[in-house]
């Protein structure tokens, strides 16, 4: 490669933002250029982080993260990859000792236009301004103006229609693409700069830069802005930042920027027009530093607007140092063969061999993303998209996280969960993964801890999920994933305290005092415990005290009793203190127990179902307050009280029917209620008076999908014999009215429930069918008349082993077991399950 000639000026090299290209055009020629100094497109308020890019412990992708020391919440991200041309800029500099830069508009300014720009949407004005900026905190922003793939596209192939005054966002790739022919920008793109540094390049390495600012001039001539107003300022901003360093570097300097902004960055203005232009600016003070990103939310699908579609292949392009075809295609078998996929070498040289064929097919000089993707698809994934979605997610998209050093500035909290993740061997990643965490050990109930009280926090690391193992009061299973934008929840969680345990107590009694209902109070009781906050727990005491005795809606009632009784349950098996809370559990549940009827009736379909599941709900919760009698005083009375109050319900006519018909069913299976009074009730509820639809809800609370009734109905021969016969008394012109409705019901088992059901209906009495079983006393074949006290023993051995309970010193009744094992705490009992 033979040095190029400067012109004469700072030399300006126009690029695409993330594009491995320019990236690797920009080093050859800062290699041949050798400048003074180098500027970058970036905020200033990073210059003094610039050398911390040099450290070993930082790698890309990383991101500026600014946030607004009023507000944390208002934040933005410039993100850098290795591959990005800025990042390749800003390393050179500090390799070869060179001062660098950042040149655009500060981020004091651009976060308060965007936090004026939303105010003044809300208030109804035009807010245009609010998205022109670097990558939103929440990941949604509008695009960089300054990133030619990050400006919203136009129809790529009509550029000689676009109104040259119009506010719509133009896409210059995309115009330039639509003017050589080529319905896609992309590969466009690849063609004319990626591939092109993939067969040597050219001799002169300006010479791309030249061409690139040639066609973005004739773009700002006819799109002046681009439909990008901030533009004008940033531009403005950079240009005086260019004469202060060219007064104290000379000439010599590099300006590494949008190939969008280099036309305005060479154009003559005056310093007091460029001043003009920032005058009046609004300002907040902000805070910066650098965080971890991931390839993942540099796609554009993520949300991110100066985003690309397949930064893991970018990457790939910019370290392959040779054959990028062969490496690649050796990456996905790879991937493949990790995932028990047949993959041989056969495979990788075939699709290697059609991805070229492909290209040559296509005049595309090189292989690119498309042909691969379409070897791989034929080739290796049988013609399958399925694997090959596995390809895009991991290796297309990728799921590299980088990594910041700890002598980056962070706040308080930031630090002290950095300690406890490296403390409890917590690491963040990327890659979305589940954890299962058994609280009798100290590092996993440590774990747990932090877990709960990040989401006090509100930073969504991770959420609780139901487990495959063990779904014991012991047992806890956390989905993870680590996003970058948890690192502007960290910085807004951080005005709580400075350490996550600080924090996390002084905003859960915050979010105590601001509760506007009772379940919410309840949940928060509940999230304390889980998260063992003392200190909070007092205040939320109070504030569940204070809500529970203004609220007398039977609904918000019984929505915050399951939690509350949660909340008694997993506090007795750590043995803490829950007398205060007991005694507010208590009087809910009497509160419920007296208001529940009146409340039950008048309802209508959707009405009465939710009705249902709070009625299950309240049930549970008693059940688990009837085992935590430490808590509770008369938790057995109180048992017995609700007791009634569903007899009460069960027969109350005026009670919507899948309540009815869930109260019977409750009581039914606590053995309450015997079976003549279950066929009584059932006779009533379906008698012929009784419409269709009612009918058939008292069915759905009995026995319907919601209540579990399928294998209840083959395991139990007396509600199958019950709904048998009902079935078989309904008249014929009655049936053809309830038949849609019990159909809802009983579509809801599973196929090997209807099947068993429905043979053992077509056995018959004498087979050994339901009927078989509905006279007093009755029994069938398959169904014993009274529990066998022999089999029942030779089951209890094995019993007390799942359980963990000691062997029994000798053989007793069935009936002393029974009541031996019921006496013996279950420690592996779920949270939430029935007493």
């Given at each position: 490669?033979?040095?190029?000639?400067?012109?004469?000026?700072?030399?300006?090299?126009?690029?695409?933002?993330?594009?491995?290209?320019?990236a690797?055009?920009?080093?050859?020629?800062?290699?041949?250029?050798?400048?003074?100094?180098?500027?970058?497109?970036?905020?200033?308020?990073?210059?003094?982080?610039?050398?911390?890019?040099?450290?070993?412990?930082?790698?890309?992708?990383?991101?500026?993260?600014?946030?607004?020391?009023?507000?944390?919440?208002?934040?933005?991200?410039?993100?850098?990859?290795?591959?990005?041309?800025?990042?390749?800029?800003i390393?050179?500099?500090?390799?070869?000792?060179?001062?660098?830069?950042?040149?655009?508009?500060?981020?004091?300014?651009?976060?308060?236009?965007?936090?004026?720009?939303e105010?003044?949407a809300a208030?109804?004005?035009?807010?245009?301004?609010?998205?022109?900026?670097?990558?939103?905190?929440?990941?949604?922003?509008?695009?960089?103006?300054?990133?030619?793939?990050?400006?919203?596209?136009?129809?790529?192939?009509?550029?000689?229609?676009?109104?040259?005054?119009?506010?719509?966002?133009?896409?210059?790739?995309?115009?330039?693409?639509?003017?050589?022919?080529?319905d896609?920008?992309?590969r466009?793109?690849?063609?004319?700069?990626?591939?092109?540094?993939?067969?040597?390049?050219?001799?002169?390495?300006?010479?791309?830069f030249?061409?690139?600012?040639?066609?973005?001039?004739?773009?700002r001539?006819?799109?002046?802005?681009?439909?990008?107003?901030?533009?004008?300022?940033?531009?403005?901003?950079?240009?005086?930042q260019?004469?202060?360093?060219?007064?104290?570097?000379?000439?010599?300097?590099?300006?590494?920027?949008?190939?969008?902004?280099v036309?305005?960055?060479?154009?003559?203005?005056?310093?007091?027009?460029?001043?003009?232009?920032?005058?009046g600016?609004?300002?907040?003070?902000t805070?910066?530093?650098?965080?971890?990103?991931?390839?993942?939310?540099?796609?554009?699908?993520?949300?991110?607007?100066?985003?690309?579609?397949?930064?893991?292949?970018?990457?790939?392009?910019?370290?392959?140092?040779?054959?990028?075809?062969?490496?690649?295609?050796?990456?996905?078998?790879?991937?493949?063969?990790?995932?028990?996929?047949?993959?041989?070498?056969?495979?990788?040289?075939?699709?290697?061999?059609?991805?070229?064929?492909?290209?040559?097919?296509?005049?595309?000089?090189?292989?690119?993303?498309?042909?691969?993707?379409?070897?791989?698809?034929?080739?290796?994934?049988?013609?399958?998209?399925?694997?090959?979605?596995?390809?895009?997610?991991?290796?297309?998209?990728?799921?590299?996280?980088?990594?910041?050093?700890?002598?980056?500035?962070?706040?308080?909290?930031?630090?002290?969960?950095?300690?406890?993740?490296?403390?409890?061997?917590?690491?963040?990643?990327?890659?979305?993964r589940?954890?299962?965490?058994?609280?009798?050990?100290?590092?996993?109930?440590?774990?747990?801890?932090?877990?709960?009280?990040?989401?006090?926090?509100?930073?969504?690391?991770?959420?609780?999920?139901?487990?495959?193992?063990?779904?014991g009061?012991?047992?806890?299973?956390?989905?993870?994933r680590?996003?970058?934008?948890?690192?502007?929840?960290?910085?807004?969680?951080?005005?709580?305290?400075?350490?996550?345990?600080?924090?996390?107590?002084?905003?859960?009694?915050?979010?105590?005092e601001?509760?506007?209902?009772?379940?919410?109070?309840?949940?928060?009781?509940?999230?304390?415990?889980?998260?063992?906050?003392?200190?909070?727990?007092?205040?939320?005491?109070?504030?569940?005290?204070?809500?529970?005795?203004?609220?007398?809606?039977?609904?918000?009632?019984?929505?915050?009793?399951?939690?509350?009784?949660?909340?008694l349950?997993?506090?007795?098996?750590?043995?803490?203190?829950?007398?205060?809370?007991?005694?507010?559990?208590a009087?809910?549940?009497?509160?419920?127990?007296?208001?529940?009827?009146?409340?039950?009736?008048?309802?209508?379909?959707?009405?009465?179902?939710?009705?249902?599941?709070?009625?299950d709900?309240?049930?549970?919760?008693?059940?688990?307050?009837?085992?935590?009698?430490?808590?509770?005083?008369?938790?057995?009375?109180?048992?017995?009280?609700?007791?009634?109050?569903?007899?009460?319900?069960?027969?109350?006519?005026t009670?919507?029917?899948v309540?009815?018909?869930?109260?019977?069913?409750?009581?039914?299976?606590?053995?309450?209620?015997?079976?003549?009074?279950?066929?009584?009730?059932?006779?009533?509820?379906?008698?012929?008076?009784t419409?269709?639809?009612d009918?058939?809800?008292?069915?759905?609370?009995?026995?319907?999908?919601?209540?579990?009734?399928?294998m209840?109905?083959?395991?139990?021969?007396?509600?199958?014999?019950l709904?048998?016969?009902?079935?078989?008394?309904?008249?014929?012109?009655?049936?053809?009215?309830?038949?849609?409705?019990?159909?809802?019901?009983?579509?809801?088992?599973?196929?090997?429930?209807?099947?068993?059901?429905?043979?053992?209906?077509?056995?018959?009495p004498?087979?050994?069918?339901?009927?078989?079983?509905?006279?007093?006393?009755?029994?069938?074949?398959?169904?014993?008349?009274?529990?066998?006290?022999?089999?029942?023993d030779?089951?209890?051995?094995?019993l007390?082993?799942?359980?963990?309970?000691?062997?029994?010193?000798?053989?007793?009744t069935?009936?002393?077991?029974?009541?031996?094992?019921?006496?013996?705490?279950?420690?592996?009992?779920?949270?939430?399950?029935?007493?």
């Amino acid at each position: 490669m033979t040095r190029a000639e400067r012109p004469a000026g700072p030399l300006l090299l126009g690029v695409r933002h993330h594009g491995p290209g320019s990236a690797r055009a920009v080093r050859a020629a800062l290699d041949a250029a050798r400048p003074g100094a180098v500027l970058v497109e970036g905020p200033p308020e990073g210059d003094a982080l610039l050398p911390l890019a040099a450290d070993e412990g930082m790698r890309p992708p990383v991101a500026l993260l600014a946030h607004a020391v009023d507000d944390p919440g208002q934040a933005a991200f410039w993100p850098l990859a290795a591959f990005s041309p800025e990042w390749v800029a800003i390393r050179w500099a500090l390799e070869h000792d060179v001062p660098v830069r950042f040149i655009d508009l500060p981020a004091a300014h651009s976060l308060a236009m965007t936090r004026a720009a939303e105010q003044a949407a809300a208030d109804g004005g035009d807010g245009d301004e609010a998205g022109d900026g670097p990558a939103a905190a929440d990941g949604a922003g509008a695009p960089d103006p300054g990133a030619p793939s990050a400006i919203p596209s136009a129809d790529p192939s009509a550029d000689t229609s676009v109104d040259p005054s119009a506010r719509a966002p133009v896409d210059p790739v995309a115009v330039l693409a639509g003017a050589a022919g080529y319905d896609d920008p992309e590969r466009w793109w690849e063609d004319v700069v990626e591939h092109r540094t993939q067969d040597g390049g050219p001799v002169d390495p300006l010479a791309p830069f030249a061409a690139l600012a040639e066609a973005m001039t004739a773009l700002r001539e006819v799109y002046g802005d681009g439909g990008h107003p901030r533009d004008t300022v940033r531009e403005a901003y950079m240009r005086i930042q260019l004469r202060k360093a060219v007064k104290e570097f000379g000439d010599g300097i590099a300006v590494v920027c949008g190939a969008w902004h280099v036309p305005a960055l060479g154009a003559v203005t005056t310093l007091t027009a460029d001043r003009a232009l920032l005058k009046g600016l609004p300002k907040v003070r902000t805070e910066m530093t650098w965080v971890p990103w991931s390839h993942r939310r540099l796609a554009r699908h993520s949300g991110y607007g100066a985003g690309i579609d397949s930064p893991g292949w970018y990457g790939h392009l910019f370290e392959a140092a040779d054959r990028p075809i062969e490496r690649w295609m050796t990456k996905v078998a790879g991937l493949m063969r990790d995932e028990d996929r047949f993959v041989s070498s056969a495979h990788v040289i075939e699709a290697v061999r059609l991805a070229g064929t492909l290209a040559a097919l296509r005049g595309r000089p090189l292989a690119g993303l498309s042909e691969t993707t379409d070897a791989i698809r034929a080739v290796m994934c049988e013609g399958s998209d399925v694997p090959l979605a596995l390809v895009r997610d991991r290796l297309v998209v990728g799921e590299t996280l980088g990594e910041v050093p700890d002598t980056a500035p962070a706040v308080p909290l930031q630090r002290d969960l950095a300690r406890r993740q490296r403390t409890l061997r917590l690491k963040p990643e990327a890659q979305e993964r589940e954890l299962e965490l058994d609280l009798r050990k100290d590092n996993d109930a440590a774990r747990s801890r932090l877990l709960h009280r990040l989401r006090v926090l509100a930073v969504g690391w991770g959420e609780p999920v139901a487990g495959r193992a063990s779904t014991g009061t012991f047992r806890e299973s956390w989905l993870l994933r680590w996003e970058p934008e948890l690192y502007v929840q960290v910085a807004e969680a951080g005005t709580w305290g400075t350490t996550v345990l600080s924090a996390a107590t002084a905003r859960a009694g915050a979010l105590a005092e601001a509760a506007t209902t009772l379940a919410e109070v309840t949940a928060l009781a509940e999230q304390c415990l889980l998260a063992e906050l003392p200190e909070a727990l007092p205040v939320v005491m109070r504030a569940l005290a204070d809500r529970a005795a203004l609220d007398s809606d039977v609904g918000h009632l019984a929505d915050a009793l399951p939690a509350l009784a949660r909340t008694l349950r997993y506090g007795d098996v750590r043995s803490t203190d829950m007398t205060a809370l007991g005694e507010v559990a208590a009087g809910l549940a009497e509160r419920i127990r007296v208001g529940l009827p009146p409340a039950c009736t008048g309802l209508d379909a959707d009405g009465a179902e939710e009705m249902r599941r709070r009625v299950d709900g309240v049930h549970t919760a008693i059940g688990l307050l009837s085992g935590t009698a430490r808590a509770v005083a008369d938790a057995d009375g109180l048992r017995e009280r609700w007791a009634d109050a569903l007899r009460g319900l069960a027969a109350r006519d005026t009670v919507a029917g899948v309540v009815r018909g869930r109260a019977a069913r409750l009581l039914l299976d606590e053995g309450r209620l015997g079976e003549d009074d279950a066929a009584r009730l059932m006779g009533l509820a379906l008698s012929p008076g009784t419409p269709p639809a009612d009918a058939a809800a008292w069915i759905e609370g009995f026995v319907g999908g919601a209540a579990g009734g399928g294998m209840l109905l083959v395991h139990d021969e007396r509600l199958l014999g019950l709904v048998d016969a009902w079935l078989t008394g309904v008249p014929a012109d009655t049936f053809v009215d309830v038949l849609p409705l019990l159909r809802r019901t009983f579509s809801a088992y599973e196929a090997g429930v209807r099947r068993t059901l429905g043979e053992l209906v077509r056995r018959g009495p004498a087979a050994g069918g339901p009927a078989a079983v509905t006279g007093a006393g009755a029994t069938a074949p398959g169904f014993g008349p009274a529990l066998d006290g022999a089999r029942a023993d030779a089951v209890e051995p094995v019993l007390r082993l799942l359980l963990g309970l000691p062997t029994a010193p000798h053989a007793g009744t069935t009936t002393e077991n029974t009541e031996s094992t019921e006496n013996t705490e279950n420690t592996e009992e779920p949270l939430g399950a029935t007493g």
